[in-house]
């Protein structure tokens, strides 16, 4: 029914529409044709006011100039031509078939000026004074036939199209416009429904289980709508926030890298700079964008670098680097890498990009390297000069210069031995640091090793004469260590107790079980260490002041370092207690292994 | 023909020792300090004739003890022979900058250095 009446509306609706359209067409085409007419007429008049009499004249020879306009004019328009006198007789006339020149007189001003009047009859009649006065003053008069309706018979096939055509349209839209209101229509039902059964206090849950669905499908078509539509528009924006998004990411890219990045643009301003720039350099970002680099750049490596790229050389199309000191951060190592920003072989530039990285670390470790290698060549070369000094001391002593002999042999073995060790040392401290000397802990009886090393140590003790002697108690607790590394630790304490005696002295090595963990002692009477070399001792390549020694104790800075380093890969600790002139005892203190874990090897 | 006299400045003992019984032998009086101090304070004692000096030394080094014994004594052109096993070029500029120093490279021959001390008293 609702349906019905709708459609019907929208009939009744497109017919008020084309009656419209028409009438206001006809309208204008009327008034078109008016204007057309009045044209016409004024232009007739005027043309006709400057003819000569005797030609307008029907009397005279032959057709007037009247007779010929009637003649030639043919779409009924013109009603009548007439010449006038002064007192309003007709000295030539012609009119159309059925009409005649009405007898209403002219107004006075017709003899100086053209007029319009509108006559009854449906006539406009326009007229004016006739220039020539040959027969007296004279007058014209042009009637036409006001443009009636009929004229819009030409245009009924045209109206007729054009009326079908919104005809056909309506019906076309209404089946548009229902279908997109289908589900809207449902949905207004099934409230309605609701409604009427809410009066009657019997919601049913189907009821309302219909509608939320009606709803959900309504909401569902909806959005789709929405979406088909959003798709449209989110097309163009999304095209515009994948570049955003582009840009970002390229952005977080360029400030998570760990180098510091510059960019300058082609005139030379900083174009983009990333936040490490800042430690790296100690300027503030802001301060430095938009800038030229003379402005804020202190490091007259990196501008000397920079101002090469600034014009068109040859070299600039390759990357330089330059290793500098910051003049705004202390205590850093920068490298600059500065290279041309092109695109498509180079037929793009987008200026210079230059990237600044942190090689504190680097630059560090090669000093140490090559202070390391000074130094190990300098411990080298030492008891090289020594012994070839003393080879030579020999080869020139006289045969019976016995004293001096065996001091030369005896020197020369020490400085030897010294070599040895230090080579055998370095390799050790090479593996341990670079973790190649990794410990393979057993548990190990100690008695067997402490002798062994005890024994190792006698002869060189007893060729200083030195007392060693070894101090163990009956029952020792098992220890989980690497036995091998262990004994180069041992030895090298042991060596040291033996190196800085005096002579007649003695080296007691004793182990001990206290709570927990086995103290192992080295104690000599040597010449002790003072209290500020105590904590330094351990230290890499740190030797102790021999100034007032009499005899040269040759040390290389190695033997208590990597002592040290092999109790503490066995979670042991190493403990120093000394007095100058008295004495020195190294403690290493191990974790007794539990009993259970681990193998026991004798 | 008097006796002359060799300050010799090293913290090795072993290389006093042998370079004090050559050039003993070559008939040189010789005295050893073990750094920088003790030798300024031989020399305030008894300048010597020519002064033999390691570079690294504890104490005082022969960085500092060389130019200090030509400022203390400028009326004392004595010879200055500076031994070292460093190569490296740094090393010799301080030491160029002094007037008649010369370098001895280490490993030194005992033989040689008396040489070189007998060519400079020629």
Known sequence: ?602 | MTQRHILLVDDEPHVTRVLRLALEKAGYAVTVAHDGHAALACMAQQLPDVLISDIQMDGMDGRTLCPLARSTYPDHDFPIFVMTSMTALEERDWARALSNTEFLEKPLSPRQLVARLARCFA
């Open chain 1, 1 to 602: 029914m609702k349906l019905n009446r709708i459609g019907i509306a929208l009939i009744a609706g497109a017919l008020v529409v084309i009656a419209l359209v028409v009438i206001l067409l006809v309208h204008r085409q009327q008034s078109s044709r008016s204007a057309d007419v009045r044209a016409s007429g004024v232009s007739l008049v005027r043309a006709l006011s400057r003819i000569p009499f005797k030609y307008l004249d029907s009397d005279s020879q032959g057709p007037s100039v009247l007779n010929t306009l009637f003649a030639y004019q043919n779409n009924g328009e013109l009603a009548y031509a007439a010449i006038l006198d002064a007192n309003g007789r007709t000295l030539a006339d012609v009119a159309g078939r059925g009409t005649f020149v009405p007898g209403a007189a002219l107004p006075p001003e017709a003899a100086t000026s053209f007029g319009q009047r509108t006559l009854p009859n449906g006539l406009i009649e326009f007229y004016g004074p006739l220039a020539d006065r040959s027969a007296g003053q004279a007058f014209v008069r042009v009637g036409f036939h006001q443009p009636g309706y009929a004229v819009l018979a030409r245009d009924v096939q045209f109206m007729a199209l054009l009326a079908l055509t919104m005809f056909l349209l309506v019906p076309l839209v209404y089946v548009v416009v229902k279908r997109e209101m289908a589900p809207l229509d449902a949905l207004g039902h099934q409230l309605r429904q609701i409604g009427d059964v809410g009066i009657a206090q019997q919601a049913s849950a189907n009821d309302v289980r219909e509608l939320a669905g009606s709803l959900q499908a309504y909401l569902q078509f909806a959005s789709q709508r929405i979406a088909q539509l959003e798709r449209g528009s989110l097309n163009a924006s999304a095209d515009n926030q994948v570049l955003q998004y582009g840009s970002k990411k390229l952005t977080a890219a360029l400030q998570s890298l760990p180098d510091g990045l510059l960019m300058l643009a082609p005139g030379g301003l900083v174009s983009f700079a990333s936040d490490k720039v800042e430690p790296l350099l100690g300027v503030a970002v802001d301060a430095i964008l938009e800038q030229p680099v003379d402005t804020w750049c202190r490091d007259p490596a990196l501008r000397t670098l920079l101002a090469r790229y600034a014009g068109n050389q040859r070299d600039t199309l390759h990357a330089h680097s330059v290793d500098f000191t910051p003049a705004n951060v202390e205590g850093k190592y920068l490298s600059a890498t500065v290279q041309p920003l092109t695109a498509a072989h180079g037929a793009m530039a987008f200026g210079t990009l230059v990237v600044l990285r942190d090689v504190t670390r680097e630059q560090l470790a090669r000093q140490a390297g090559n202070d390391f290698v000074a130094h190990v060549s300098h411990e080298l070369k030492s008891p090289l000069n020594v012994i070839g000094m003393y080879a030579e001391t020999l080869a020139d002593a006289d045969a019976d210069d016995e004293t001096l002999r065996v001091e030369s042999l005896n020197v020369i073995q020490d400085e030897i031995e010294r070599m040895n060790a230090l080579v055998g040392n370095l390799l050790n401290v090479s593996k341990l640091e670079t973790g190649s000397m990794s410990p393979e802990r057993n548990r190990v009886r100690l008695d067997d090793l402490l002798r062994d090393a005890y024994e190792h140590a006698l002869p060189r003790a007893e060729g200083k004469q030195l007392r060693v002697s070894l101090d163990l108690p009956r029952e020792l607790e098992a220890v989980a260590i690497d036995k091998d590394l262990f004994r180069i630790a041992l030895n090298n304490l042991l060596t040291n107790a033996i190196k800085y005696n005096r002579p007649g002295g003695s080296v007691l090595l004793a182990a001990r079980n206290e709570d927990h963990e086995i103290v192992i002692s080295v104690r000599d009477t040597g010449i002790g260490i003072a209290g500020a070399d105590r904590e330094r001792v351990f230290d890499k390549f740190y030797r102790v002041s021999e100034r007032d020694a009499k005899v040269a104790r040759g040390g290389h800075g190695l033997g208590l370092y990597l002592a040290a380093q092999i109790v503490e890969l066995h979670h042991g600790r190493i403990a120093l207690e000394s007095e100058p002139g008295i004495g020195s005892t190294f403690s290493i203190h191990l974790k007794i292994a539990p009993a259970a874990s681990g193998v026991v090897t004798l």
